[in-house]
């Protein structure tokens, strides 16, 4: 079936630094994708949709100079997490939906990412 | 008040036990209805998926239903075993844009 993957499942790092995750269609082609963000106990929270030749599209409230989204790809988009502060330590999900099951079908969902800002 | 609302919370079972999670929804019509298994710190897994018109639909001992009138949803796991720990989320489609996620039931099934 569909794969989406996630690159790095997990990363620690200094305060300050910018982090980058990656999200991968690994046998589909995805001309849209989607980055969530999930806090312990809760569930996912759609910050951004990332769509490919074009800017993204923010939700309210998520910060679009500090979320940086690159769509370059059919297969890839990435989550730049700028200047990183502790309280953007969280995890971080993409998924993407397999166009061959239309607009509205499978949504495929990464491993997701663990960012812990120190 | 969240247009798909998911009870109980957090449950906790004896292997073996049957249970069932519930998924109230506000939004109509929708495309799609998915529930979704997440284990701790991976990402989310699809279970099942029904469209509008759909009642009912299994895949192994997860058997997810749909009553369009109450606008409610459930999953009802049979047999249940310790890898079933996990979180359930109900995920309703709107549009390609447009999905709402449920908060999620915490799933804990202990030996």
């Known amino acids: 079936g569909a794969v989406v993957s996630q690159h790095p499942s997990w990363v620690i790092c200094k305060s300050g630094t910018s982090v980058k995750i990656e999200c991968r269609s690994l046998?589909?082609?995805?001309?849209?994708m989607f980055w969530y963000r999930q806090f312990p106990k809760q569930s996912l929270m759609l910050m951004a949709t990332?769509?490919?030749?074009?800017?993204?599209?923010?939700e309210q409230g998520v910060e679009k100079d500090k979320f940086l989204i690159n769509h370059a790809s059919l297969t890839l988009s990435t989550l730049t997490v700028t200047s990183a502060h502790p309280e953007d330590s969280s995890f971080y999900i993409c998924?993407?939906?397999?166009?061959?099951?239309?607009?509205?079908?499978?949504?495929?969902f990464g491993e997701g990412s663990r960012l812990t800002v120190l | 008040k969240n247009q798909v609302e998911q009870s109980p919370q957090s449950l906790i079972i004896l292997e073996g036990k049957n249970c069932t999670l519930q998924?109230?929804?506000?939004?109509?019509?929708?495309?799609?209805l998915r529930w979704y298994k997440q284990d701790t710190g991976r990402g989310p897994v699809s279970l099942t998926i029904?469209?509008?018109?759909?009642n009912t639909k299994s895949n192994g001992r997860y058997t997810a239903t749909l009553d369009a009138d109450t606008k409610q949803s459930s999953l009802h796991i049979t047999a249940s075993q310790l890898s079933d720990s996990a979180s359930y989320i109900c995920?309703?489609?709107?549009?390609?844009?447009?999905?709402?996620f449920g908060s999620g039931t915490r799933l804990s099934i202990r030996p």
């Open positions: 998924s993407a939906r397999d166009p061959r099951t239309g607009d509205t079908g499978e949504l495929f």
């Open positions: 046998d589909f082609q995805a001309t849209t």
């Open positions: 990332s769509n490919e030749g074009s800017k993204a599209t923010y």
């Open positions: 998924c109230n929804y506000t939004v109509s019509p929708f495309s799609n």
């Open positions: 029904m469209t509008f018109s759909e």
């Open positions: 995920v309703v489609t709107l549009s390609a844009s447009k999905i709402i």
